[in-house]
């Protein structure tokens, strides 16, 4: 690999990886270094896209840090917003206000935080008085993630699941609720008229 080529892809790690923590968990896999023979676009992909397919039907089942339980499958017929976010991530702090009015003022939409990081109990409570959300969140255990969702190499990265239970869209990097909202505009627009 030439200089400028490590230097174009560091350039477009970064632009991808809105945040990072300052040392990725043990158990996350490194992404592989592209070879020479690598395309150049093939380099942007978002991060997790070298990973084994995900389902498009995903599941997911937490407990959420108020000890309820959370399963995305009994929220079927309505968009969710799974959000995977940590507490020292400038973007996700950015989100939070939001996704928390998204969350308020659609019905048609639930929003689902997924703290990504290692933190103890009496500091995430004390993030919260300070940052304070409407929507559920959960702590995950970072050496165990979700398995049907790709192992964030980034934060934030957000997931909207459509009423069926399918993957509509996947962000790395910060999201908005209009973008969110018009996805499901666009979608709602190509969904076949009920029979």
């Not at 030439?2 to 968990?25: D, F, Q, Y």
């Not at 940052?131 to 934030?156: C, E, K, Q, W």
Request: proline share 11%; charged share 20%.
């Amino acid at each position: 690999m030439t200089l400028r080529n490590a230097v174009a892809l560091a350039a477009a790690i970064c632009l991808l990886a809105a945040c990072k923590p300052e040392s990725a968990p043990a158990s996350a896999p490194a992404a592989p270094a592209p070879s020479s023979a690598t395309p150049a676009a093939a380099t942007t992909q978002p991060a997790g896209a070298e990973d084994a397919p995900k389902p498009d039907y995903p599941k997911l089942s937490v407990k959420t840090f108020d000890g309820q339980d959370f399963d995305l499958a009994a929220h079927r017929g309505k968009w969710v917003v799974v959000n995977f976010w940590a507490t020292w991530c400038n973007p996700c702090l950015k989100e939070i206000p939001d996704l928390d009015a998204m969350d308020k003022a659609r019905d048609d939409v639930i929003v689902i935080g997924l703290a990504y990081e290692e933190i103890e109990r009496a500091d995430m409570e004390a993030f919260l008085k300070d940052h304070p959300m409407s929507y559920p969140i959960a702590v995950i255990d970072v050496y165990n993630p979700p398995a049907d969702f790709d192992t964030p190499r980034g934060l934030p990265m957000t997931y909207l699941i459509a009423p069926d239970g399918k993957v509509a869209a996947r962000h790395l990097g910060p999201v908005t609720s209009e973008q969110l909202s018009s996805e499901i505009a666009d979608a709602v627009a190509k969904a076949p008229p009920a029979a």
